[in-house]
Structure formats: C-alpha cells, structure tokens
C-alpha cells in the first residue's frame, strides 16, 4: 500500500546476524566499543561541567553542551552501514555522530593512513596504530569541544560545528536542518563525479518542519536524475536522510504537538511516489539501524536514491545541560526510554553470543573509559589559538591555477553557443556568457545550474546555448528553492565541484540568507581551513526597470556585511567577462552581482583568456580635483556626472570603480582621494546601511589629513522602490545627484 510507511521491520538480533555471516564477531564489538566511546564521551561533558572529571580537574570547559546520550545505536548502526569512503553531514547534536565516523573509517585505514593521522614516533603493530588513532581521535574531538588549536577545526568551529573532511565528515550544522541541504549537494556532487560513495545525512526530528529541509528533500527526489532528460546517467540522487527522531525539538514535541504526522517518514511521500522509500526503524537497536542503513546504502549505489530513514530514539539529556527537561517531560516517560538503552541492551547480547565475557567486558569498558580520560585530560593542556589568529583562516588565499588532469578533457554535448563581437566588443550579457562558455571548456568540474537556465537560457538568456554545448549534467533547471540552490552549491563544492548558482533576481538572495551566511561564508573558517567552499552565486539586480518593491533591490551592503564572503559587481563587459573568470577559480565564495540594467552595453572585450584579479578596483576617468568611488551601474552615473562636471565648470573628477567590494581595494581610492583632496562615493544601494558609508568612514579616518572636504554619499531614496517608472526615476540616483554632491564639496 502506497500510503503506509513500513516500521520496525527489523526481526533480527545478533545470534542471527552471526549465523547468518552479516557481521563477523569482531565488528559487533567494535559496535558495543563505540556506543561505550560515544557515552563516555558524552558523560565526560556532564562531570567536566560540574567538575566532576578528575581527569580535567580544574579546567573551565565554556561552550555548548548538547548531548546524544540514548542515541548512540543511530550513530554507530549508520556509520557503520555505510563505507569508510563515504560522506555524512551532522547536528548541532553531533558528537556521537563524529565519533561513530572517525572510529569506523579509522579500522578500515592501512598502515600509512593511520602514520599519517598520528605525530611522529608512534610505534607498534596495526592493532596499536589503531588503538592510537581512536585516542588520537578522541583526543582532537575534545580539542575541538575545548576550542584548542589542535581540535579538528583549530577550535574555531566547536562542537556544533565539529567537521574531519580527512574521513569524510562535512561538518556538524548548528543551525537546524542546515546540514540537509548540504547533504543533497554533496550527493549531487558524487553522482555527477560517479565516485560511487553515498551520504548519510543526520538530521533531527525538528530539522523536518524547516523550510530547506523540504526544499532539499524535494531537490534530492526531482525527476530529472532518473528520466529520460538524464541521458547516460539515470541515477538517483545517492543520499540516505536520516531523521534521529529523539521526539523532541528544543521543548516542541513531535508526537501530537509540532507535527500533523504520525510518522516523520511520510514527508517522503509527499515528493516522491515511492515515498523516498520511507521506513521507520527502531534507532535504539544498533543491529536494526546497521541493516537498514546498508540496506538503503546498497541501494543507493544503485542509483535507487534518495532514501529517508526515520530512527525513533530518545536523548535522556535536555536540549543542553542548561535544560531541566522536567516541564515538558515526564520521570515515567524517561524511566521507559531508559529500559531499552542500547547499550545494556546489545551488551547483554554480546555476552549471551559468548563473543565476550563479563572479564573481558570490564576491560573493554576500562579500556574506553582511560582513552577517553587521558585523551580529554591532554586536551584540557593543549594550547589555544593564539589570539593574533583571530581572524586568520577568514579567507583562503589560493585558486585554481592548474586544472587537474581528470577534469581537463571536457565533452561537448553539441556546439558553442554563438556569441557576436561586433568590432571588437560584446554586451554585458554575452561577456557573462563567454566566462561561462571559457570556464565550462577548461574545468569540467564547473557546472551551472538555476531556475530556468536550461532550455530557456535563463531569465535575462545569459546561460542561453550553455545546455546544448554542455548537456543536462553540467547545465540544469532547479525547482524554484533559492535556499536549496545555494545551500547544495555549498555541499557540492565540499566534495570537489565548482558550482555557478543562479539567483534569477538579487531579492531571492534574501531567502537563501542561512545557505549564503551562515553555510557558504562560514565553512571555511569554522572548519579551520580544512576546507574550501569553491562556489558562485550570480544574482542579478532588476532595480530601474519597474518591477516594485521585491524584484528591484540593490542588496550587496547586506551581503559584503558577511565576512567570509566574496562580494564583486562589474561596470563593463570588460569586467563581467574577468571577474566571473576569477571569480570561478577561486576558492572562495564568490557573490557576483550583475546588473540588468546593463545586460545591453556593450564594451571591448577580448577574445582571449583573462582574469581581472578579485579586489582590485580600476580608475574608468583620471583626473585631479575630485574622487567619485562608485560601482555597478552607479559607475556609469559618476562617469557622465564628471563629463559634466568638467563642460560645466571645468572639474576634473577621477571616477574609480571599486568592482570588488569584498575585498576591497582602498590602496587605490586613498592614492585617489590623495591626490584630489575631495571624494564622493555613489551606488544604487539605499543609502540608509549602504556599503557607500563603509568607504567614506575609511576614507575620512585613513586620509583625513589630505581631504579638503567631507566625504559625501549618493544613493537610492531610503524607500521602497516603487513600480511607477516616474516615482522609481526620482527613488533611484542619477548624474545631476553626483553633480550637486560634488558642488557641495567644490
């Protein structure tokens, strides 16, 4: 029946697995080694809290503490249905989940793996190499949870953010549901590359009444992998959405309060026809979790996915330690949750399959429990970051300057889109598209995607011919989720592509803001550098052209407000073509701004390949009595305001166009303002929080000796951009309001 979701279909138990060959004896206690690690982990944070671990006696442990206890069969039973090789994506509760992944793929390691995971000196056998890479690991999560400069991210993630891409782990999310749509580009990403691995993305009960959850779910299910528009390549999406249902939001419970379901698992049905596959599964059974995960791993493999797996579990602890649990839950519904604990449970069918005995039992508990002390208690000596290194790991400083060898050789799906150059120059709009073109030929790790780019060529036809020369795998339509768009771009970029997101008008960028700030600007420093967000967000800006309050606002102040963040809005043809060629081969996120109004100008642009380097503004008119800085289409404003400027009065204004606004180059408008005394600073932007007010306070605290005057701002009107083309002529700024600035300060 097509409307029931299976659940607990498990019938097994270890003496099964065993007959059975599904498991060996060694890989059950490695099971029962890892919940042990995980609760112990987990329990350590409760002492270290109230002071009440010897092994950390008197270190001041400041950070969150949201604890999986009661929820280590999901973890360990996923991470070990899956293979080392694969990818997970976690929670802000996601210690276990960290743990239970580090500890497999470190089994599955060779002898060089694990030399290389360990300092220098460390001897012994592969049985001790192991040993010493689980307390190594142990020791670098608590690192991390210590915010010590050997943690996995250098400490500057934490906890809720705890990440080891070595093994496959993108990153803990601490915003709720953040890490599933990462989850769904990554997938994106394995599929396109055909690697073979599969994700396993952790998310909460609460997680799946989030907006991008839904879109993510949706994205991972779309029809497009698996139909005939998939060509060679019908393969569904290889994800497995792990809900670990411990019934609880925050305080907001899932059953018959927050949600209208059941079961969270029906979400599936309503994107899929096959409902994603959706079962329940009883996530306090670490046998249970193991086989059904497999099981959907397998699948995946073959191109079945996407998959969607509800673990009904429990967490015996509150939110945080800070929560007392006692007004929203009751001692008899606890006590309940606690008779089937996964660890009493599967101990007890470890000692009855005689795999150990209750000697060996203890040892193995000590065994865990002294890693686990002399790990944290050398954790709590190890150094902090040094505080100069505040913002060190802000951005990467490196690009793509060689495309390695597997991505060179790119096929052709059919020819190049035509683009005219008529004596020597193209449109805006035709130099976007000769980036992409140039960039799609030499990296084929580079792909398009957005609504509508496609067949139609997008909104404003920038991408037009892109899907004819590149095929449906490089350049494809998305369903109308600006947060599932960026947010996958980010997951993508994590497992090796260079995607180019297309935001059809700058205003949807709002409602990608998580996937924008807090996900793409934010990986690379919360991982400590380990990893590298390589992506490009275009979005286009409609103001000047009627359309009203929600498809005409200049946003780029809000987004260069984001540090982590690329922010460029190119003038000319000549910079669209450079900056979107730099742009893509950097390995920042990049934010590229473009103009509608300027889809139509045309400009010299070289045939050849060039970049214009990322943060590196160029002066459009030289001249000496007056700096006006400025950028998108505001350039063009300054650039008739100085020409009348110099028939009317015989100024000569020097017109600087920043093209980057993060980073910026202020080494060229201070030469500028140095030389002319006097300086305006114009864009589109209102002017109320305008990015034009970051330039004019550096300009007055960085060349206050040399100005003549004070440094003034044009803007929009601090409004609303109105539909009515006469009302928007006077909210928008022109070149009489640069003039009757620069008479001001003249």
Same mark, same amino acid.
């Given at each position: 029946?097509p409307?029931?979701?299976?659940?607990?279909q498990?019938r097994?138990?270890?003496?099964?697995?065993?007959?059975?060959?599904?498991?060996?004896?060694?890989?059950?206690?490695?099971?029962?080694?890892?919940?042990?690690a995980?609760?112990?982990?987990?329990?350590?944070i409760?002492?270290?809290?109230?002071?009440?671990?010897?092994?950390?006696?008197?270190?001041?442990?400041?950070?969150?503490?949201?604890?999986?206890?009661?929820?280590?069969?999901?973890?360990?039973?996923?991470?070990?249905g899956?293979?080392?090789?694969?990818?997970?994506?976690?929670?802000?509760?996601?210690?276990?989940?960290?743990?239970?992944?580090?500890c497999? #793929?470190?089994?599955?390691?060779?002898?060089?793996?694990?030399?290389?995971?360990?300092?220098?000196?460390?001897?012994?056998?592969?049985?001790?190499?192991?040993?010493?890479?689980?307390?190594?690991?142990?020791?670098?999560?608590?690192?991390?949870?210590?915010?010590?400069?050997?943690?996995?991210?250098?400490?500057?993630?934490?906890?809720?953010?705890?990440?080891?891409?070595?093994?496959?782990?993108?990153?803990?999310?601490?915003?709720?549901?953040?890490?599933v749509?990462?989850?769904?580009?990554?997938a994106?990403?394995?599929?396109?590359l055909?690697? $073979?691995?599969?994700?396993?993305?952790?998310?909460?009960?609460?997680?799946?009444?989030?907006?991008?959850?839904?879109?993510?779910?949706?994205?991972?299910?779309q029809?497009?992998?698996?139909?005939?528009?998939?060509?060679?390549?019908?393969?569904?999406?290889?994800?497995?959405?792990?809900?670990?249902?411990?019934?609880?939001?925050?305080?907001?419970?899932?059953?018959?309060?927050?949600?209208?379901?059941? #079961?969270?698992?029906?979400?599936?049905?309503?994107?899929?026809?096959?409902?994603?596959?959706?079962?329940?599964?009883?996530?306090?059974?670490?046998?249970?979790?193991?086989?059904?995960v497999?099981?959907?791993?397998?699948e995946?493999?073959?191109?079945?996915?996407?998959?969607l797996?509800?673990?009904?579990t429990?967490? @015996?602890?509150?939110?945080?330690?800070?929560?007392?649990?006692?007004?929203y839950?009751?001692?008899?519904?606890?006590?309940?949750?606690?008779?089937?604990?996964?660890?009493?449970?599967?101990?007890?069918?470890?000692?009855? #399959?005689?795999?150990?005995?209750?000697?060996?039992?203890?040892?193995?508990?000590?065994?865990?429990?002294?890693?686990?002390?002399r790990?944290?208690?050398?954790?709590?000596r190890?150094?902090?970051?040094?505080?100069?290194?505040?913002?060190?790991?802000?951005?990467?400083?490196?690009?793509?300057?060689?495309?390695?060898?597997?991505?060179?050789?790119?096929?052709?799906a059919?020819?190049?889109p035509?683009?005219?150059?008529?004596?020597?120059?193209?449109?805006?709009?035709?130099?976007?598209?000769?980036?992409?073109?140039?960039?799609?030929?030499?990296?084929?790790?580079?792909?398009?995607?957005?609504?509508?780019?496609?067949?139609?060529g997008?909104?404003?036809?920038?991408?037009?011919?892109?899907?004819?020369?590149? $095929?449906?795998?490089?350049?494809?339509?998305?369903?109308?989720?600006?947060?599932?768009?960026?947010?996958?771009?980010?997951?993508?970029?994590?497992?090796?592509?260079?995607?180019?997101?297309?935001?059809?008008?700058?205003?949807?960028?709002?409602?990608?803001?998580?996937?924008?700030?807090?996900?793409?600007?934010?990986?690379?420093?919360?991982?400590?550098?380990?990893?590298?967000?390589?992506?490009?967000?275009?979005?286009?800006v409609?103001?000047?052209k009627?359309?009203?309050?929600?498809?005409?606002q200049?946003?780029?102040?809000?987004?260069?407000?984001?540090?982590g963040? @690329?922010?460029v809005?190119?003038?000319?043809?000549?910079?669209?073509?450079?900056?979107?060629?730099?742009?893509?081969?950097?390995?920042?996120?990049?934010?590229?701004?473009?103009?509608?109004?300027? @889809?139509?100008?045309?400009?010299?642009?070289?045939?050849?390949?060039?970049?214009?380097?990322?943060?590196?503004?160029?002066?459009?008119?030289?001249?000496?009595?007056?700096?006006?800085?400025?950028?998108?289409?505001?350039?063009?404003?300054?650039?008739?305001?100085?020409?009348?400027?110099?028939?009317?009065?015989?100024?000569?204004?020097?017109?600087?166009?920043?093209?980057?606004?993060?980073?910026?180059?202020?080494?060229?408008?201070?030469?500028?303002?140095?030389?002319?005394?006097?300086?305006?600073? #114009?864009?589109?932007?209102?002017?109320?929080?305008?990015?034009?007010?970051?330039?004019?306070?550096?300009?007055t605290?960085e060349?206050?000796?040399?100005?003549?005057?004070?440094?003034?701002?044009?803007?929009?009107k601090?409004?609303?951009?109105?539909?009515?083309?006469?009302?928007e002529?006077?909210?928008?700024?022109?070149?009489?309001?640069i003039?009757?600035?620069?008479?001001?300060?003249?």
């Amino acid at each position: 029946n097509p409307l029931q979701i299976p659940a607990y279909q498990y019938r097994g138990d270890l003496a099964a697995e065993l007959a059975a060959g599904t498991i060996t004896r060694q890989e059950a206690v490695e099971l029962l080694e890892d919940m042990l690690a995980i609760r112990e982990f987990e329990e350590m944070i409760v002492k270290i809290r109230s002071g009440a671990y010897p092994p950390c006696a008197g270190f001041d442990y400041r950070g969150p503490t949201h604890l999986s206890i009661g929820q280590e069969a999901a973890s360990v039973g996923a991470c070990a249905g899956i293979a080392p090789a694969d990818f997970i994506t976690s929670t802000h509760r996601g210690h276990g989940d960290s743990i239970a992944k580090g500890c497999a #793929a470190i089994r599955a390691m060779t002898v060089e793996q694990l030399l290389a995971r360990l300092p220098e000196g460390v001897p012994g056998d592969r049985g001790a190499l192991v040993e010493a890479a689980l307390e190594e690991h142990i020791y670098r999560m608590a690192a991390e949870l210590f915010g010590k400069e050997d943690g996995y991210c250098r400490g500057r993630g934490g906890g809720m953010h705890i990440a080891d891409f070595t093994v496959g782990h993108l990153g803990a999310n601490a915003i709720v549901g953040g890490g599933v749509p990462i989850a769904t580009g990554a997938a994106m990403a394995c599929r396109y590359l055909r690697n $073979g691995r599969v994700v396993c993305c952790f998310a909460g009960d609460g997680a799946f009444a989030n907006g991008v959850v839904l879109e993510a779910l949706n994205w991972a299910a779309q029809a497009q992998f698996t139909n005939e528009l998939a060509g060679d390549l019908k393969f569904g999406l290889p994800v497995i959405f792990v809900i670990l249902n411990n019934h609880y939001g925050m305080t907001g419970c899932a059953d018959n309060e927050v949600f209208g379901v059941e #079961a969270i698992a029906r979400r599936g049905a309503g994107f899929a026809d096959n409902n994603m596959h959706a079962e329940v599964v009883n996530g306090m059974d670490v046998l249970a979790v193991r086989e059904a995960v497999r099981r959907a791993a397998a699948e995946c493999r073959r191109g079945h996915g996407p998959y969607l797996l509800e673990l009904d579990t429990y967490r @015996y602890y509150g939110h945080s330690l800070s929560d007392p649990r006692n007004e929203y839950r009751s001692r008899e519904e606890e006590e309940a949750w606690k008779g089937v604990d996964p660890l009493p449970a599967f101990t007890e069918q470890i000692l009855r #399959a005689g795999l150990l005995n209750a000697e060996q039992l203890a040892a193995l508990r000590r065994r865990v429990e002294e890693r686990n002390a002399r790990a944290a208690a050398r954790a709590a000596r190890a150094a902090d970051p040094d505080p100069r290194d505040v913002i060190k790991y802000m951005y990467t400083t490196t690009r793509v300057e060689l495309v390695p060898e597997p991505f060179r050789p790119t096929a052709l799906a059919g020819p190049l889109p035509e683009i005219k150059r008529v004596n020597g120059q193209l449109t805006y709009r035709d130099a976007i598209k000769e980036a992409l073109v140039e960039e799609m030929l030499r990296d084929s790790r580079v792909i398009v995607y957005g609504e509508d780019v496609a067949d139609y060529g997008g909104a404003f036809k920038v991408t037009k011919g892109l899907l004819e020369a590149f $095929g449906r795998q490089r350049v494809f339509n998305t369903p109308i989720s600006e947060a599932a768009i960026c947010s996958t771009a980010v997951g993508a970029a994590m497992v090796g592509l260079r995607p180019v997101a297309e935001l059809m008008y700058m205003d949807f960028a709002l409602m990608a803001g998580d996937a924008i700030c807090n996900q793409a600007a934010k990986w690379h420093y919360m991982s400590g550098a380990r990893a590298e967000i390589a992506l490009v967000i275009r979005a286009s800006v409609g103001g000047g052209k009627g359309y009203g309050g929600q498809h005409s606002q200049t946003l780029e102040s809000i987004f260069a407000h984001v540090p982590g963040l @690329y922010v460029v809005y190119p003038s000319t043809p000549y910079d669209a073509k450079g900056l979107l060629k730099a742009a893509i081969r950097d390995n920042n996120p990049v934010l590229y701004v473009e103009s509608q109004l300027l @889809y139509g100008f045309k400009g010299p642009v070289p045939p050849e390949d060039y970049l214009v380097p990322l943060g590196v503004a160029d002066i459009k008119r030289p001249g000496r009595n007056l700096t006006i800085v400025a950028w998108g289409p505001a350039v063009h404003d300054a650039l008739r305001a100085a020409e009348i400027l110099e028939q009317e009065t015989h100024v000569s204004a020097e017109v600087v166009d920043i093209r980057s606004l993060v980073p910026l180059d202020m080494t060229t408008i201070l030469a500028s303002v140095r030389k002319t005394g006097r300086c305006i600073v #114009a864009s589109h932007c209102v002017n109320t929080g305008s990015f034009t007010a970051e330039i004019a306070a550096r300009v007055t605290a960085e060349a206050f000796d040399y100005l003549d005057a004070p440094v003034l701002r044009v803007g929009a009107k601090d409004g609303i951009a109105p539909q009515s083309h006469v009302l928007e002529a006077a909210f928008l700024p022109n070149a009489n309001d640069i003039v009757a600035a620069a008479r001001e300060v003249l």
